[in-house]
């Protein structure tokens, strides 16, 4: 493993670009969300009751920039429930709560390689869950919420993720009783991680708190507030108040780079260059950093769990914005600098 320590007293550094103008920004969000609406891939999950009533025409699309400017298209305010999106923010919550090296510690960073429900890869590690976006490791993360009851934690959790949106964000009451209902296979990681020694407290009491989580309504507006807030180095571009530390946003961001959308991260990477995270219900935020966050909600999946809709239109944003990690050109080409001569 890496030992950060050899590197960590040396002044943090930040590279970051800039967005086009305002008007180009809501025209590339508008081009987007017009060229991929007719898109009919992909299938409603069905495996929580509820999400298979949802309409599979529904399509939305915004973009928040860093310094607050707001590109809504679509289905941008209709509401749907987070699900493993909140996974994301849980996680930066903990490392508030815990710091860097206990988290890692107790949940990791590495990709399982398998399904985001696999009980498979917490038997094949020992028991230790692996990275916190998979549920197991989502599991272990919302343990870490600080709280004496389940009540406490819960309105910790609710709290933190409503600072991020910069709304005060509810639980869907029927999502929360469809889950409920069908959820063996979490109870059942709790009561795995309980016997490996990778939680403490009540199993059925814990995966409550992260079912709740799931079923948190929000909207794909508030998903892009919610990934924005990270990309400004923890500081919510709408509301102006700090949830998270810059150095949080770092660990996020760079967990979810790699493991955000399951066992298919890896493509996500490749393709599209940014680091996010996807939801059963439909949602997909994308974050880049010093720039800002773009979010997609479309119900239908692929055979993986990701919005076939928003997989599309967020690839098509980070192309026309500029907003992948990886994409450099030549300095004199973008600056009219002269190459220099060999020597």
């Known amino acids: 493993m890496l030992d950060p320590a050899a590197w960590l007293d040396v002044p943090q550094q930040v590279s970051t670009g800039a967005l086009p103008g305002w008007d180009r920004v809501e025209e590339i969000v508008r081009e987007a969300h017009s060229r991929f609406s007719a898109e009919r891939g992909g299938r409603v999950a069905d495996y929580i009751p509820v999400l298979a009533e949802a309409d599979p025409d529904l399509f939305g699309l915004a973009v928040i920039e860093v310094g607050g400017g707001l590109h809504d298209a679509g289905d941008a305010r209709h509401p749907f429930s987070i699900q493993s999106i909140s996974k994301m923010f849980v996680y930066a919550l903990a490392i508030r709560e815990h710091g860097h090296e206990r988290v890692r510690d107790i949940v990791g960073v590495n990709n399982t390689g398998l399904a985001f429900n696999s009980v498979v890869a917490l038997e094949l590690n020992d028991g230790h869950p692996m990275n916190p976006m998979v549920n197991a490791g989502a599991i272990a993360t919302t343990a870490l919420m600080p709280g004496s009851t389940t009540a406490e934690q819960w309105e910790r959790v609710r709290e ?28 059942a990681l709790g009561w795995l991680l309980r016997s490996y020694g990778r939680l403490s407290g009540d199993p059925d009491e814990v995966v409550d708190v992260y079912t709740r989580q799931c079923a948190l ?16 180095g923890g500081v919510n571009p709408v509301t102006g108040e700090r949830v998270v530390s810059a150095e949080v946003c770092r660990d996020t961001l760079a967990v979810v780079a790699s493991t955000g959308l399951y066992e298919r991260s890896g493509d996500w990477l490749f ?17 880049a950093p010093g720039k800002g966050a773009v979010a997609g909600f ?10 076939v809709r928003s997989q599309m239109a967020i690839g098509y944003l980070s192309r026309a914005l500029g907003l992948n990690l990886f994409a450099s050109a030549p300095a004199q080409e973008h600056s009219g600098a002269v190459p220099r001569s060999p020597e």
Request: net charge negative; hydrophobic share 45%.
């Open 160 to 187: 933190g993720l409503s600072a991020f949106a910069g709304r005060s964000l509810s639980l869907d009451g029927v999502v929360y009783a469809s889950e409920a209902a069908t959820n063996e296979r979490n109870r």
């Open 298 to 307: 479309s119900p239908p999946l692929d055979d993986a769990g990701n919005s």
């Open 271 to 287: 393709e599209i260059g940014l680091p996010a995270k996807s939801g059963v219900a439909g949602g997909i935020v994308a974050v």
């Open 217 to 232: 309504s929000v909207t794909a507006h508030d998903l892009a507030v919610m990934g924005a807030t990270l990309a400004d």
